[in-house]
C-alpha cells in the first residue's frame, strides 16, 4: 500500500513538473521568436532552473509513504527541500557565471514556471 501511494503522489508531482516544462518551453519559444536567440536562451534557462530542482524534490520527497514510515516520509521531503534549494541556487550561480542573459526573460520565464507550478494543481482533478 505504501509504494502505491508513494507511486501516486510521485506521477501527481511529475504531471506538474511536466505542466511547468511546457509552459517554460512555451514561453522560451516566444522570446526566441520575438526577441532572437540570446532572450529565447535566457527565458530557456529560467524554465531549466525552475523545473529541474522541482523534478528532483518530486523524486526524493515521493520516495517514500504510509504511516509505517511516517519518520521518513518527513525526512524524505526535508531533505527534497533542501536539495531543491541548493540546485536553485547552484543553476543560478552557473548562469550567471557561463551565460550572458537577459535578465527580463530568464526571470520571467522563471517566475511564470513557478507561477504554474502553485496554480495548475487548483485544475487537476482530484482522484
Known sequence: MGNVLARRGRLAAYKLVLVQAIVASI????????????YGLSALAGGVIAVL?????ATLAFSHS???SAAKVI??????????MLLTIGL??????NMKVGFMPLF????????????????FKQS
Not at 514561453?27 to 536567440?37: D, K, P, Y
Not at 530542482?53 to 524534490?57: A, D, L
Not at 520571467?108 to 485544475?123: E, G, R
Open 92 to 97: 543560478f550561480s552557473l548562469v550567471f557565471i
Open 75 to 84: 525526512k524524505s521531503f526535508y531533505w527534497g527541500e533542501a536539495v531543491k
Open 53 to 57: 530542482p522541482n523534478f528532483v524534490f
Open 66 to 68: 504510509g504511516a509505517s
Open 27 to 38: 514561453i522560451s519559444t516566444l522570446f526566441f521568436v520575438m526577441w532572437g536567440a540570446q
Open 108 to 123: 520571467t520565464c522563471y517566475s511564470l514556471a513557478l507561477v504554474v507550478h502553485w496554480v495548475a494543481p487548483l485544475y
